[in-house]
C-alpha cells in the first residue's frame, strides 16, 4: 500500500470516528432532555397534588361525600373550636357537651345547649332543671369550665370562687372535682382614690372516670361579678375520651 493511500485510510478512519462520536453526544443530549422534562412533570404533578390536598384538609375545596359549609348554611366566620368539636363528636360517636352560660338567676348559672357555639351530641344531655350535664355512658372524660367576671370599680378586695362538682350513686352528696379561689382588687386603687376597671377569668379542666347517670355541674358564688356581655366566653363542657 502506497502512503497516499494509508494517508486517505487514517483519514476515513478519523472521520467516521468522528461522526459517530457526534451522534453519541447527540442521543446521549435527546436521552437526558426526555430525563428533564419527565423529572419537571413529575414534580409539577407532586405540586399539584400537594395543593389538591391542603385545600380539602382546610376545607376550600368540599370532599367527595363531606357536605359543603356554604350548603349548610355555615360559614367560616362561626365559632371554629366547637364546630371542630361537634364533627370530631359525630365522627367519634362519642358523648359530648359544651354549654353556654345564658344568664345568672337565683344564685346559679344557668346553662343552655340551644345557641351557638353549643354542642350536645351522642347521648350527653344537659337537665335544666337543676344546670347539670348527665353523662349517657362509663368511661373516661374530660371535663372543663370558664367563667369570666368584670366589675367598673375596684375600691376592695373582691373573692371569686369557681367550682365543677360531681354527684354519683356511689356518694350520698356531691363532691367537688375542681375548685379555684382568686382575689381581686388588692392594692389596685387608683393613687388620687380612683376605681379602676377589672376583669378576671378562671379555668379549670382534667380527666375524670365517670359513670353512666352521673351529673356534673360548674358553678361560682361570685354570680354578682358574672361578666355575661360576650356570648360564649362562659361555658361548661364534658367530652368522651
Not at 43 to 56: K, N, P, Q, S
Amino acid at each position: 500500500m502506497s502512503s497516499e493511500h494509508l494517508v486517505l485510510d487514517l483519514e476515513k478512519g478519523a472521520g467516521a470516528k468522528i461522526v459517530d462520536v457526534v451522534l453519541r453526544d447527540e442521543a446521549a443530549a435527546r436521552q437526558e432532555g426526555r430525563w428533564k422534562c419527565l423529572g419537571i412533570g413529575s414534580f409539577l404533578l407532586l405540586i399539584g397534588a400537594t395543593v389538591v390536598f391542603a385545600l380539602l384538609q382546610f376545607g376550600v375545596v368540599p370532599q367527595p361525600g363531606k357536605p359543603d359549609l356554604k350548603e349548610s348554611g355555615n360559614s367560616f366566620s362561626e365559632p371554629m373550636l366547637p364546630a371542630t368539636m361537634k364533627v370530631q363528636a359525630v365522627r367519634s360517636g362519642k358523648p359530648a357537651a359544651h354549654a353556654i352560660a345564658s344568664l345568672s338567676h337565683r344564685d346559679k348559672l344557668v346553662w343552655t345547649t340551644n345557641v351557638a357555639p353549643s354542642v350536645l351530641e351522642n347521648g350527653m344531655r344537659l337537665d335544666t332543671s337543676d344546670n347539670s350535664l348527665v353523662v349517657p355512658s362509663s368511661g373516661l372524660y374530660f371535663v372543663y369550665s370558664q367563667v369570666v367576671f368584670h366589675k367598673d370599680s375596684c375600691t376592695e378586695p373582691v373573692l371569686l370562687t369557681h367550682t365543677i362538682s360531681w354527684l354519683s350513686d356511689q356518694f350520698q352528696s356531691e363532691v367537688e372535682l375542681l375548685k379555684s379561689i382568686k382575689t381581686v382588687c388588692e392594692g389596685r386603687q387608683g393613687a388620687e382614690g380612683k376605681s379602676k376597671l377589672w376583669f378576671e377569668s378562671i379555668y379549670q379542666g382534667a380527666a375524670f372516670k365517670l359513670h353512666k347517670g352521673d351529673r356534673l355541674w360548674s358553678k361560682t358564688q361570685s354570680h354578682e361579678y358574672l361578666d355575661l356581655t360576650q356570648q360564649g366566653q362562659i361555658y361548661f363542657g364534658v367530652i368522651a375520651m
